[in-house]
C-alpha cells in the first residue's frame, strides 16, 4: 500500500473516531491498538481483505444498515 494511501486510511480513521460517544468503545479501540493484541488484529484485518478480494463477506453499507437499527 502506498504511503498516500495509508495516510488517508489513517486520516478516515481518525475521522470515523472523533464521531464516537462511546467511551467504553474508544477505551477498547484504544487498547487493541496499543495492547499485546495489536498482532490479532493486524492478522484480523488481513484475513478480512484477503476474504473481501475473494468476493465474501457483505458490502460495507449492509453492516452499517444492521448495526445503526441495532444500536441508535
Not at 495509508?6 to 484504544?30: G, W, Y
Not at 487498547?31 to 493486524?42: C, H, I, P, V
Amino acid at each position: 500500500m502506498s504511503t498516500t494511501k495509508i495516510e488517508q486510511a489513517k486520516q478516515s480513521l481518525l475521522e470515523a473516531l472523533m464521531d464516537v460517544e462511546d467511551l467504553d468503545l474508544i477505551q477498547k479501540v484504544t487498547a487493541l491498538l496499543k495492547g499485546s493484541r495489536k498482532d490479532k488484529l493486524e492478522d484480523s484485518i488481513n484475513r478480512g481483505y484477503e476474504q473481501s478480494e475473494k468476493g465474501l463477506g457483505r458490502p460495507h453499507h449492509e453492516v452499517m444498515k444492521e448495526l445503526q437499527e441495532k444500536y441508535f
